[in-house]
């Protein structure tokens, strides 16, 4: 395995135990809007101790860091508008760094652990303060199917500095938290090193996707889907010859919908547009051979092939099994 030959080259590498704690204690940060939640350290409580990467074993150009323990997104999807980091005595470029992980839930694959999955603007807060920064950022906590597998992706909030010169507060954690030796660019995968008994100092306020109103376009950027998803459950009509499936998808493009396999002959293949990021619904009918098929036998389970092109970029499908019945 690729991660455990890492660790044997480099022991300072270690596997990230995901802990599954939310913190959204409003009190101990901001005062969040109605649904909104906070995450992330307690930023009033006395710093145990200030550092940025000079301060590693082995001093990198740039590094990151994030605590699992308090800085995990809720389940749902969600934007990260403002956000604050405390500093400590001196000071350098960073920015906020949403990390993500995989996880399948049937512990067959273990934890995919992490990639960068969306980053904030480069700002240079001043020493020994507590800064805010605007954001609009999405985050998401929720599970896809990934070839018949259920895979949990979460987010969290982390933070990239940089160079050597920036520093940031860290704060007594009881599980620590993890470094990266270089700061990520946006879909980089690496992997991280513990850093025992400290958190970073930074939290967010998190903003509920689904009580957002079709107000400002940036808005519906950050909630928009991040990659081409297709729900298991699926609504038939028709007498049991058609079914209603939903999609996610991260632009506008083109859906296809057939049979996969021998389906190929009983489902008509159909195809829709879709103007913009979001969820879009889509049909699998029947043919009139599949329909002569589902009067004979009363029900039918065909696999179904849902296909995103987009206007720009590559397309991708995915496979979900559908019962029709009288």
Known sequence: MEMAAARRRNPRLVRVSLIALVAAVASLAFAP???AVTVGANL???PAFAAGCGALLIPPPSCAFFDAATAQTPPGNWRVTPARVRTGSTSGPMRITMI????????????????ASAQGPVFTPPPNSTTRVNLNLPAVNTTEVVDNEQIEVIDYLGI???????????????????FFDRAFSVGETRLGGGLPSLAPM????????????SGASTTATACAPRRFAVSQRVRLS???TSARITVAVPGAGRVVVRGAGSAAR???RSASNVREAGRSRVRAKLNARGRRTLNRRGRVKLKIRVSFKPNSGNGSSKNIRVRFRR
Not at 102 to 115: D, E, P, Q
Not at 207 to 213: D, E, F, H, W
């Open 33 to 35: 809007r109605a649904g």
């Open 44 to 46: 009033n409580q006395t």
């Open 100 to 115: 993500q992980a995989l996880r399948s839930k049937s512990g067959a694959g273990g934890v995919i652990c992490c990639t």
């Open 160 to 178: 990239s500095l940089m160079n050597q010169a920036g520093s940031i507060a860290f704060a007594p954690a009881q599980f620590g938290s993890t």
């Open 202 to 213: 930074i939290d967010a306020e998190l903003q509920p996707c689904s009580a957002l109103g």
């Open 238 to 240: 028709g007498n049991g």
């Open 266 to 268: 009983l489902v008509r």
